[in-house]
C-alpha cells in the first residue's frame, strides 16, 4: 500500500506532500481496504497489509518524492506509528488467522549515512510493534502479526515476536517473468534459462533453505 492514498491533502494537485500533511487521514479512502478484507476473509484468504511505500523507506518508485526519511527524521518515524495505529485500532478484533500486519516492504539494506541496522530495529521494534499489540492486548495481540521485509538474517530481531516475511525472488528469471521494472526488454526465458544457468534449485524448498 502507498500511504499517500489515503493522506488528505492537496498532494493530487501539487504533486508534492508536506511534512503537516503525514498525519490527516481520508477515512473513506480507507473504506476500500475494508472491501479488500472482507473479501479474503469471505474466500478464506489471508491478507497482509503491507506498506511499500513509507517515508523514503523503501518504495523503488520515485523516493525522492518523499519530504522526510523514516530512518532518521522523527516526525517521519512518529507519522509511520500513527498510521499503524490508525489500522491496529480499525481492524481490532479481527482474527489474526484473516489479518497481518508487514510493517514495511523489502526495507532497504543498511548504508552509511542513510540507515543502520540499529536504526532499523529500533523502528521495527518500537512504536508501532508496541501499538499493535497495545490495541489486542494478551494472545490476540501476540498473534496479530507484525511482519518486516529486511535483507539478511536479522537474528536480533528473534526475541520480538516480529516475523521476518522473506521474498523469494530467486532466480528472477521466475519471479519476475516480463516483470516491467526489471524484465525490461522481455528477455527473460523463465525456467529454461534459469536451469541452463544452474539456478533452477535456488527456487526448490532446499535452496531457499540454504539461502
Known amino acids: 500500500m502507498d500511504y499517500w492514498l489515503w493522506i488528505d491533502s492537496d498532494w493530487r494537485q501539487t504533486r ?24 479474503g476473509r469471505k474466500y478464506s484468504i489471508h491478507v497482509s497489509l503491507n506498506f511499500h511505500r513509507a517515508r523514503r523507506a523503501n518504495c523503488i518508485n520515485d523516493p525522492q518524492r518523499e519530504p522526510l526519511v523514516l530512518w532518521s527524521d522523527k516526525q517521519a518515524e512518529d507519522a509511520f506509528v500513527h498510521h499503524w495505529d490508525v489500522f491496529a485500532r480499525r481492524y481490532q478484533g479481527v482474527p489474526a488467522k484473516d489479518l497481518s500486519f508487514n510493517l514495511v516492504n523489502e526495507a532497504p539494506s ?50 520480538t515476536k516480529v516475523a521476518q516475511s522473506v521474498h523469494a525472488y530467486r ?28 539456478r533452477l534449485d535456488q527456487a526448490r524448498p532446499r535452496g531457499l533453505e540454504k539461502m
Open 110 to 159: 543498511p548504508r552509511k549515512g542513510y540507515m543502520t541496522r540499529e536504526d532499523y530495529c529500533r523502528v521495527m521494534n518500537g512504536e508501532p510493534r508496541r501499538r499493535i499489540r497495545q490495541t489486542e492486548p494478551g494472545p490476540a495481540g501476540d498473534h496479530r502479526r507484525a511482519e518486516r521485509g529486511q535483507p539478511g538474517r536479522g537474528d536480533e530481531m528473534i526475541p
Open 171 to 198: 532466480p528472477a528469471e521466475i519471479s519476475h517473468f516480463r516483470a516491467s521494472w526489471v524484465d525490461r526488454k522481455s528477455t527473460f526465458r523463465s525456467h529454461v534459462a534459469a536451469k541452463e544457468q544452474g
Open 16 to 39: 508534492k506532500l508536506r511534512p503537516d500533511d503525514m498525519l490527516k487521514v481520508n477515512q473513506s479512502t480507507l473504506e476500500k481496504i475494508d472491501r479488500r478484507r472482507r473479501s
